[in-house]
């Protein structure tokens, strides 16, 4: 077999895969076209008839009363912030555990890794406990905090670092340049592959997150956009129209950083696959 039938063959795999995964989000965008009638009565598929398809549920999501607008700024608002922190804080601990020897460095680093195996819902109820404790309920700092640090960013950042050569950091000592400068002016800015592919990561993981704002937050005002849309699901499904129309639009914001950064993030990717 010919290496040229060899590529074809993984092209029709992945063109293959590729409908797989989006043949629902066809069906999703088709069925916010439609009307409530016509999804509970056929459900979600793929025909399209224009005799019945508009925008008239897109019109109904922002004129329903519906506190779209309000989920939508508070999913936006916490996916920056949880965003920007993790990158930072995750960064940090990596540089400490790439870059500096210190008593018990393997045992953390283990128990880190070890964090990274445990389910969410195995520490959920001590988390919170903890946050009941903190007086945190029903404010967005309950949702952000336990959640900065996190193992996966921090062992990707980890990877990255190991492959950077050491002699930056001699060389920026030997100029006088502090270990908090060496890390601001030098790591930083070499570490910009792996920031935007974790941003792009953990932009996702925030912006989708559900489980843990719904246990969190308690007042309507300070619902997250997964949280709002799941309220619009009714035993009669006389707001399907307006949830699929919603789930659309929530689409869009993650669908626009993924092709915006798509290349920094395949090659972040790469470079914090390969060990220096």
Avoid: H
Avoid at 58 to 78: D, H, R
Avoid at 147 to 161: D, G, M, T
Avoid at 211 to 218: Q, S
């Amino acid at each position: 077999m010919t290496k040229k039938k060899i590529n074809a063959g993984i092209m029709l795999i992945f063109l293959i895969l590729s409908v797989i995964v989006l043949f629902p989000i066809l069906c999703l965008v088709i069925g916010a076209l439609k009307p409530s009638s016509e999804i509970i009565r056929s459900g979600l598929n793929a025909r399209i008839d224009l005799d019945i398809m508009g925008f008239f549920n897109f019109k109904s999501l922002f004129t329903s009363g519906t506190e779209y607008f309000i989920w939508f700024k508070n999913s936006f608002l916490l996916t920056i912030v949880q965003t920007l922190l993790s990158l930072f804080v995750s960064a940090s601990v990596a540089y400490g555990f790439a870059m500096y020897e210190f008593k018990m460095k393997k045992l953390w680093f283990s128990c880190m890794l070890l964090i990274m195996m445990i389910p969410m819902e195995i520490i959920m109820l001590p988390l919170y406990k903890e946050m009941i404790t903190f007086q945190l309920i029903d404010r967005f700092t309950g949702v952000l905090l336990p959640f900065i640090a996190a193992p996966i960013p921090i062992f990707f950042f980890y990877q990255f670092l190991k492959g950077i050569s050491t002699a930056f950091l001699d060389a920026a000592r030997v100029d006088g340049c502090t270990e908090i400068g060496i890390f601001v002016k030098i790591i930083l800015p070499l570490m910009a592959p792996a920031f935007a592919s974790m941003g792009i990561y953990q932009g996702m993981i925030s912006w989708n997150n559900f489980l843990w704002p719904l246990i969190v937050l308690k007042s309507n005002s300070k619902m997250t956009l997964p949280i709002g849309l799941s309220t619009l699901m009714t035993p009669y499904g006389n707001n399907y129209d307006i949830l699929l129309a919603g789930s659309v639009m929530a689409i869009i914001p993650v669908l626009i950083l993924f092709l915006a950064f798509q290349k920094y993030f395949i090659a972040g990717m790469t470079a914090g696959g390969v060990k220096g």
